[in-house]
């Protein structure tokens, strides 16, 4: 309950987080080109209101990824619509993008490393490489 949308205390921990992350940006000064950094939260609540008209944990993934090179300002990723029927378990959000696989995509590109280097870091993940860099 008193989740809120722009004001409330989730939007609250939010606004933590990102003036967190804006410090630790100004603190890398130049370095920040050199800089990734991800946020990961399978973290989700449900969409239908329970009794106390607030909701309960669900599915849920996000990615968060900064950095000065980080082709951003796009929402990535395989996605779904809203609606009845995408909904897992009819009341969450189905989580559709392996963190092995966005991570594997991240790192090969960063560091360029090869599909068996990769396997080691993530075994029998494909990595998806979604064009952040």
Do not use: C
Request: aromatic share 10%.
């Amino acid at each position: 309950m008193g989740e809120g949308g722009g004001v409330g205390y989730l939007a609250s921990r939010f606004d933590e987080l990102g003036r967190a992350l804006l410090a630790f940006k100004d603190e890398m000064g130049t370095r920040w080109q050199d800089t990734a950094v991800v946020v990961i939260s399978e973290f989700g609540r449900t969409f239908r209101e329970n009794g106390n008209k607030g909701t309960d944990h669900g599915h849920g993934t996000v990615y968060w990824v900064l950095g000065g090179k980080i082709n951003g300002g796009r929402i990535l990723g395989e996605q779904v619509g809203i609606n009845q029927a995408n909904l897992f378990q009819n009341r969450d959000f189905p989580v559709l993008n392996d963190y092995r696989s966005i991570l594997g995509g991240l790192l090969g590109r960063l560091y360029g490393l090869s599909a068996s280097q990769m396997d080691a870091v993530f075994p029998g993940t494909v990595p998806v490489d979604l064009g952040l860099i």
